[in-house]
């Protein structure tokens, strides 16, 4: 199984970034997929969550309004769009993918079956 995270790089404040996590030996549509982000010398915190039975949809209180989390499922990719993108979004980003989808609140520290490596997001102010 393999999640490979990417579409990172520099952009200015205000800009817009769109990451893709491509997943290969699972069936996507069976599993709710979240991305996570850890900037140096902080803890890592959830971004966004999408479930796979209802595309249900979480997101961070400080990225609502700015991130959107969608999937295709015959690509085998999940998307992370970022608008506005401030330079506290800067961080290394990567997506994690599990077969049961977590509950609303349970997301962010749910124990997910698979991780991938991370794309690099660096914001300039």
């Known amino acids: 199984v393999q999640l490979q995270a990417s579409g990172g790089g520099l952009v200015q404040a205000g800009g817009s970034l769109r990451l893709s996590c491509a997943t290969s030996?699972?069936?996507?549509?069976?599993?709710?997929v979240a991305w996570f982000r850890q900037a140096p010398g902080r803890e890592r915190e959830g971004v966004s969550c999408i479930g796979s039975s209802d595309g249900r949809t979480y997101y961070a209180d400080d990225v609502k309004g700015r991130f959107t989390i969608s999937r295709d499922n015959a690509k085998e990719t999940v998307y992370l769009q970022m608008n506005n993108l401030k330079p506290e979004d800067t961080a290394l980003y990567y997506c994690?993918?599990?077969?049961?989808?977590?509950?609303?609140?349970?997301?962010?520290?749910?124990?997910?079956?698979?991780w991938g490596q991370g794309t690099k997001v660096t914001v300039s102010s």
């Open positions: 030996g699972i069936t996507l549509n069976y599993y709710a």
């Open positions: 994690a993918a599990d077969l049961l989808d977590p509950a609303a609140n349970s997301w962010v520290n749910y124990e997910y079956d698979f």
